[in-house]
């Protein structure tokens, strides 16, 4: 089974997809600030899943699983500044935020499963 058919990771593409949509809103000044930030924290949570799964052994898919938790909560952080300060409508945030709600749940769920 390849990591492409991890029903986790393609989760984690959704994610990606909707923060690249999302961020295309935002003011051109802020591209090489929480624009890239909320991009590079999005594509670092499928990557790390995917990096994890091709290891050799549970441990450390365990720990890349970790790693790919630590970035979707950075990704979360990044949100809610950025809607905060107002960097696209509040309106459009919400799918975006709800699907790092999701993720989270999945990712902590695959843990408590890998760790059992």
Known sequence: MSYREQF???????????????????????LYGLTNQIRRSSVSVGSNI???????TKKEYIQFLHIALGSLRELDTQLIIAKEVGLA????????????????????????????
């Open 50 to 56: 995917a990096e994890g799964y091709g290891r050799q």
């Open 89 to 116: 409508e509040p309106n459009l945030f919400a799918p975006v935020i709800n699907e790092v709600d999701e993720m989270q749940r999945i990712l902590v769920s695959t843990l408590n499963k890998l760790k059992t």
């Open 8 to 30: 986790i990771w393609q989760r984690s593409i959704q994610l990606s997809v909707k923060c690249y949509q999302l961020t295309k809103h935002f003011p051109q000044s802020e």
